[in-house]
């Protein structure tokens, strides 16, 4: 059970997390929390230990509402020390070639701090719990602010830590998004990675279920800020939801769906407000007919590059040369087209451009646009079904789109639109295919 961060935003949020999880306690859940809403937001942005003061205050102001004098106190003195630590980060902050790390080891602290109060919260309502430091299952490498776990190290960590509690029937509540490398030095393993957190521990249980609460009714036809009347998904595919959470559906992790593809596990999005809502299930293809368009996803703040070279025409090596230019860079592509002449694609981070530029420069003539979005178009109905296209293009005829392709899954079609336009974009699709 992964709780997010408004689902522990202040004390009635918690106190609803502990009666969601006591009403399990029978199916032995792991627990995975994020920290406070804002809380990393803060972390991040701090540079002098004043400017957490108001952080700091809101774990205390929390903890005196939940918990009796005497616990309330020991939390009290955890963020305590908590702070004089983040203190002492602070200053190594502006270290280069450590920042990174450091930076990692300030903001883990906001999931440290939230999983020690709901564990205290969880046996101050009568369920067993016990905070468990989730560096000490999930290891990584040491990528620094978007660490990979190494799976075999921490599926055996995690059982080993874990698997006692269970059988006791304790409950373990880890902070999501943390976690260390062999020789122990804290890493993230990127925003919003509490999901992945989730999916991980998970499978490495071989659980059940992984079930991701948040502050929305499961995965809806649309991101409900841009268009407020879109509804709850009941069910969707593996290969649907990964998609969706690639291109831009931040309610998933992109990366949640792997571990619980390769165990077979079913994940379940609920609203951790409304909790007898069922959600959304995620499970295999077969399970999760009808085969329709099932959503629009969409990301702002991409960068298109197109690279035009005639040394293309019949030539070999040259889209291998290209590709390298960007694992050299050690950035990643997302939709990628071409022509016999061209390449076109995107990229979610553009902090390497001007070197990427420079290099792609040598292999032909290279084209910038910043300010786009991506809009996605997602469904096992787009297999097979005719016309979707033609439907997609004559809804936003008067609206620029590039970067077509139908993904080689062949259930999504995705394309790229000016950023400017990509509410209304993705308006006038909910509208034509979800109204009716
Ligand atoms: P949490 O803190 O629980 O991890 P997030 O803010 O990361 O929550 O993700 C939930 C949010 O994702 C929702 O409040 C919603 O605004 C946004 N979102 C974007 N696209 C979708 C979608 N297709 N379905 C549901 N939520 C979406
Ligand atoms: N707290 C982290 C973030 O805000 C991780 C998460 O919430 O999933 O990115
Ligand atoms: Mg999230």
């Not at 002492?88 to 790390?101: D, G, I, N, V, W």
């Not at 490398?181 to 990675?193: D, H, V």
């Given at each position: 059970m992964?709780?997010?961060?408004?689902?522990v935003?202040?004390a009635?949020?918690?106190e609803?997390?502990a009666?969601?999880?006591?009403?399990?306690r029978?199916?032995s859940?792991?627990?995975?929390v994020?920290?406070?809403?804002?809380v990393?937001?803060s972390?991040l942005?701090?540079t002098t230990?004043a400017?957490?003061?108001?952080?700091?205050?809101r774990h205390?102001a929390?903890?005196?509402?939940?918990?009796?004098?005497?616990?309330?106190?020991?939390?009290?003195?955890?963020v305590?020390?908590?702070?004089?630590?983040i203190?002492?980060?602070?200053?190594?902050?502006?270290?280069?070639?450590?920042?990174?790390?450091?930076?990692?080891?300030?903001?883990?602290?906001g999931?440290t701090?939230?999983?020690a109060?709901?564990?205290?919260?969880?046996n101050?309502r009568?369920?067993a719990?016990?905070?468990?430091?989730?560096?000490?299952?999930?290891?990584t490498?040491?990528?620094?602010?978007?660490?990979?776990?190494l799976?075999?190290?921490?599926f055996?960590?995690?059982?080993q830590?874990?698997r006692?509690?269970?059988?006791t029937?304790?409950?373990?509540?880890?902070?999501?998004f943390?976690g260390a490398?062999?020789?122990?030095?804290?890493?993230?393993?990127?925003?919003?990675?509490s999901?992945?957190?989730?999916?991980?521990?998970?499978?490495?249980l071989?659980?059940?279920?992984?079930q991701?609460?948040?502050?929305?009714?499961?995965?809806?036809?649309?991101?409900?800020?841009?268009?407020?009347?879109?509804?709850t998904?009941?069910?969707?595919s593996?290969?649907?939801a990964?998609e969706l959470?690639y291109?831009?559906?931040?309610?998933?992790h992109?990366k949640?769906i792997?571990?619980?593809i390769?165990?077979s596990?079913p994940v379940r999005?609920?609203?951790?407000r409304?909790p007898?809502?069922?959600?959304?299930?995620v499970?295999?293809?077969?399970?999760?007919?009808p085969?329709?368009?099932?959503?629009?996803?969409?990301?702002?703040?991409?960068?298109t590059?197109?690279?035009?070279?005639a040394?293309m025409?019949g030539?070999y090596g040259?889209?291998?040369?290209?590709f390298?230019?960007?694992?050299k860079?050690?950035?990643?592509?997302?939709?990628v087209?071409?022509s016999?002449?061209?390449?076109?694609?995107?990229l979610?981070?553009?902090?390497?451009?001007?070197?990427i530029?420079?290099e792609?420069?040598v292999?032909?003539?290279?084209?910038?646009?910043?300010?786009?979005?991506?809009v996605c178009?997602?469904?096992?109905?787009?297999?097979g079904?005719?016309g979707?296209?033609?439907?997609?293009f004559?809804t936003?005829?008067?609206?620029?789109?590039?970067?077509?392709?139908?993904g080689?899954?062949?259930?999504n079609?995705?394309?790229?639109?000016?950023?400017?336009r990509?509410?209304?974009a993705v308006r006038?699709?909910?509208?034509e295919?979800?109204?009716h």
């Open positions: 992964k709780f997010g961060g408004t689902s935003a202040d009635a949020a918690f609803n997390v009666r969601i999880v006591a009403a399990q029978n199916a859940p792991v627990v995975v994020s920290a406070m809403s804002g990393t937001d972390l942005a701090a230990i400017s957490l003061e108001g952080t700091f205050r205390e929390a903890a005196r509402e939940l918990l009796t004098h005497a616990k309330a106190e020991e939390f009290v003195e955890h305590n020390n908590a702070a004089q630590r203190a002492q980060l602070l200053e190594a902050l502006s270290a280069e070639p450590t920042r990174k790390a450091t930076q990692d080891s300030i903001v883990a602290f999931e701090l939230s999983s109060l709901l564990a205290e919260v969880l101050e009568g369920v719990a016990r905070q468990v430091d989730a560096r000490r299952c999930i290891i490498n040491d990528d620094y602010t978007c660490a990979a776990p799976m075999a190290e921490t055996s960590h995690s059982q830590e874990l006692p509690f269970l059988e029937g304790v409950v373990p509540v880890l902070g999501g943390i490398t062999l020789s122990g030095a804290t890493t993230t393993l990127g925003r919003g990675g999901d992945y957190t989730a999916a991980i521990i998970g499978a490495a071989s659980a059940s279920e992984i991701i609460w948040t502050d929305v009714t499961g995965v809806l036809t649309a991101d409900p800020r841009v268009v407020p009347e879109a509804q998904i009941e069910r969707l593996y290969s649907e990964a959470a291109f831009g559906a931040k309610v998933l992109p949640t792997q571990p619980a390769e165990s596990i999005i609920c609203n951790s409304a007898e809502e069922r959600g959304t299930l499970g295999p293809e077969t399970e999760t007919s085969r329709t368009v099932k959503a629009i996803a969409h990301k702002s703040g991409v960068t590059v197109q690279i035009t070279s040394r025409l030539a040259f889209l291998r040369a290209l390298e230019v960007f694992e860079h050690r950035t990643v592509v997302d939709v087209t071409t016999e002449v061209s390449v076109s694609l995107s979610d981070d553009a902090e390497r451009l001007p070197e530029v420079q792609l420069e292999l032909g003539t290279v084209r910038v646009e910043k300010g786009r979005a991506i178009v997602v469904g096992e109905g787009l297999r079904t005719p979707i296209a033609g439907k997609v004559s936003i005829s008067d609206i620029n789109v590039s970067l077509i392709s139908q080689a899954s062949s259930i079609f995705t394309f790229a639109v000016e950023e400017a990509v509410n209304e006038r699709l909910h509208e295919f979800f109204s």
